[in-house]
């Protein structure tokens, strides 16, 4: 499957990038699963490809752009990023899959349901999706082209760990990534937790990765 996998991506370009967390490399990537462009920002030599660090993360315009506090997901990158940089080597992939997969426009709409009082899965069911329609196929691809054989992986998504092991890249442990919830989105985490089964302590949720590696 992997080799499969692998013939479906190519980089499409390559550069050093400085930014606030240190310089890493960026690849961009073609594919022909989603044909979206997703990012790898790597920091270091892969070598031998066991045990890398590696957070796959969803892009969040409203977050990372705009700074709403409606969700978790700009301090998380941030967070991957800088724990990315002062491992040896590890790969964060930005995976463009805004909305949980169901775009950026029906985001919109469905913050417009939580204005009314649905959580993220009730306004997700209510816009005719699923929970979530992210799919992880490219992203194993992309960490199968860098030369990645198994992840310390940064997530606090079951579904996450269980998508690389479909896709033969063991997960050899699980790095938490829990941000402290503000007031306004402490409701999205609980749901995250209850409905959508993340690993999540939101009554003392903490920045975990300045506690690991």
């Known amino acids: ?15 050093q990038l400085p930014t606030q967390h240190g310089t890493f490399d960026v690849y961009v990537f073609h594919n022909t699963i989603d044909k979206k462009e997703h990012l790898a920002i790597v920091k270091g030599e892969i070598g031998d490809g066991k045990d890398i660090p590696v ?14 506090l409606k969700c978790d997901c ?18 964060v992939l930005y995976m463009r ?3 949980r ?3 950026l426009g029906n985001k919109i709409k469905a913050y417009a349901l939580q ?3 649905y959580d993220t899965v009730e306004a997700n069911h209510m816009l005719g999706f699923p929970d979530d329609l992210r799919r992880y196929d490219v992203a194993a691809a992309m960490l199968d082209h860098l030369g990645v054989n198994s992840v310390r992986l940064i997530t606090n998504n079951p579904q996450k760990i269980k998508a690389m092991e479909s896709f033969e890249i063991p997960v050899s442990e699980r ?8 007031e306004i989105n402490e409701f999205y985490l609980h749901t995250k937790s209850v409905k959508s089964g993340h690993l999540l302590d939101v009554k003392s949720a903490v920045h975990n990765l300045d506690m690991v590696g």
């Open 115 to 117: 204005e009314k009082g």
């Open 97 to 99: 899959q805004e909305g």
């Open 1 to 15: 499957m992997r080799n499969t996998l692998k013939e479906k991506v190519s980089v499409y370009a390559k550069t």
């Open 74 to 91: 700009r301090e998380q990158l941030e967070s991957a990023l800088a724990f990315v940089q002062k491992q040896t080597a590890g790969i």
């Open 101 to 103: 997969g169901i775009g």
């Open 175 to 182: 790095i938490p990534l829990e941000i402290e919830p503000n």
């Open 55 to 68: 957070r796959i993360h969803s892009e969040c315009l409203t977050s990372e752009v705009l700074g709403s």
